[in-house]
């Protein structure tokens, strides 16, 4: 059975920083490319970053480039998201996910039972 486990959200003030984590079992974590994503009040959730292939090749949405690091350790089955510069925009529930595939997973589609239950980031201005 799959599980990924989110932790490490809460609130800051605008330019503080965050560090989200992804623990997963049930999979082979390797062999995954893993991704967060997150969901504002009122609007669709959204693709944020991507990593796979042992942190080799990292991708992120333009809204957090610059600002956002994904990362990953595999001896952990972890994946973290180092979040600077944030800013109220960037207030959502952060969800992490593991796809089949990079375009799989930008594009959210990923079974039900490969995304985490999310965690709460508050961005204050």
């Known amino acids: 059975q799959v599980r990924l486990v989110e932790s490490g959200g809460g609130s800051v003030q605008a330019g503080g920083s965050l560090r989200l984590s992804c623990v997963a079992s049930?999979?082979?974590?390797?062999?995954?490319?893993m991704g967060w994503f997150r969901q504002a009040p009122g609007k669709e959730r959204e693709w944020v970053a991507a990593?796979?292939?042992?942190?080799?090749?990292?991708y992120y949405a333009d809204s957090v480039k610059g600002r956002f690091t994904i990362s990953g350790d595999n001896a952990e089955k972890t994946v973290y998201l180092q979040m600077n510069s944030l800013e109220p925009g960037d207030t959502a529930v952060y969800y992490c996910?593991?796809?089949?595939?990079?375009?799989?997973?930008?594009?959210?589609?990923?079974?039900?039972?490969?995304w985490g239950q999310g965690t709460q980031v508050t961005v204050s201005s």
């Open positions: 049930g999979l082979t974590f390797d062999l995954y490319p």
């Open positions: 990593i796979r292939q042992a942190g080799i090749d990292t």
């Open positions: 996910g593991a796809g089949s595939n990079i375009l799989s997973l930008q594009q959210g589609n990923i079974p039900d039972d490969f």
